[in-house]
């Protein structure tokens, strides 16, 4: 099974009215659940931990989970107001406004006898709930009862308008990357941790400190994956419509752990020695996913049943 850990929210996506004046339309939303849904989606055993509201947008999160075959037995439900996005579409990137005081997700606690860890593989976190002290460490006391029998994967998934002290954050990302199996992030992400550096450099310096998967996405450019024993690959993103990238890094990361456990090597030791060849079919997946989720609103990964054979 595949545990995802961290936000699940409730998406303001714009939109126009009838008579085109501009309006915004709900969508379940949260990177961390995103990755959930898109691996469950694609026949993952897949589970959440996390705050989820009981509140009217709680239950639309829960529901919509549930849709998706997300076990959410280890989420932690609370009557406190669910986290609320109002995203704005600026060319290819979205940025969020985000309405996060007292919520139930920003005030989930880890309890070690709420959270069973038996049967699960890996172990995904990242995104907004990494950016505040209490759910960065809450995530951390997970993360740390976890990483000796399960793989670790982290996608910081940077959301500077939430950061109040960049240099802390960042030092924070580098520490969770430090403890993490799988590194994914977006080109714009890696330019806000690491600047000018090189993405060869900087993979290989999370390679030595402990990481085995290192993949940076590049929008149109596809995505480009270090490996300590594949090497370096690369793959392209297919030519789409693009509707909007709404959800496209997270369908990117649940396809290539869906693609990882297909091809049984998501556990630690498996993943270690993954071949060139079972990469470059994992990455080509990943990048065909989070096209597919380009040509549709909001952040709606596929599902297996939608995907052309040759995805595959």
């Known amino acids: 099974m595949l545990l995802s850990c961290g936000d699940a929210l409730i998406d303001f996506l714009p939109s126009k009215t009838a008579n085109g004046r501009e309006a915004l339309t709900p969508a379940v939303g949260g990177s961390c659940l995103n990755i959930a849904i898109g691996s469950a989606r694609l026949d993952v055993p897949t589970g959440f931990v996390g705050g989820i509201s009981t509140d009217t947008f709680g239950r639309m999160i829960a529901d919509h989970a549930a849709a998706s075959g997300v076990d959410l037995r280890r989420a932690t439900r609370s009557n406190r107001q669910a986290t609320l996005a109002f995203a704005r579409v600026t060319g290819t990137e979205t940025q969020y406004a985000f309405y996060d005081a007292d919520t139930a997700s920003r005030n989930w606690t880890y309890r070690r006898d709420a959270v069973a860890l038996d049967g699960v ?30 793989t670790i994967s982290l996608d910081p998934n940077c959301r500077p308008n939430l950061v109040k002290d960049k240099d802390a954050y960042c030092a924070r990302m580098l520490a969770f990357c430090g403890k993490a199996d799988i590194v994914k992030m977006s080109d714009v992400d890696f330019a806000y941790l690491f600047g000018d550096e090189a993405h060869a450099a900087r993979a290989e310096t999370l390679l030595s400190s402990g990481a085995s998967l290192v993949v940076i996405t590049r929008g149109n450019d596809g995505a480009c994956a270090w490996h300590r024993k594949a090497g370096p690959i690369a793959a392209e993103a297919p030519v789409v419509n693009v509707v909007d990238t709404i959800g496209a890094g997270d369908s990117f990361q649940a396809a290539l752990l869906a693609a990882l456990h297909r091809l049984d090597r998501i556990a630690q030791p498996q993943l270690r020695d993954v071949s060139a060849a079972e990469l470059t079919r994992a990455l080509s997946f990943a990048c065909k996913c989070a096209a597919f989720t380009c040509t549709r609103p909001g952040a709606d990964p596929p599902r297996s049943r939608e995907l052309p054979p040759d995805y595959w």
């Open 121 to 150: 593989t890996c172990v995904h976190t990242g995104s907004t709930t990494l950016v505040h002290d209490k759910g960065a460490a809450e995530t951390l006391a997970l993360i740390e009862d976890a990483r000796p029998n399960m």
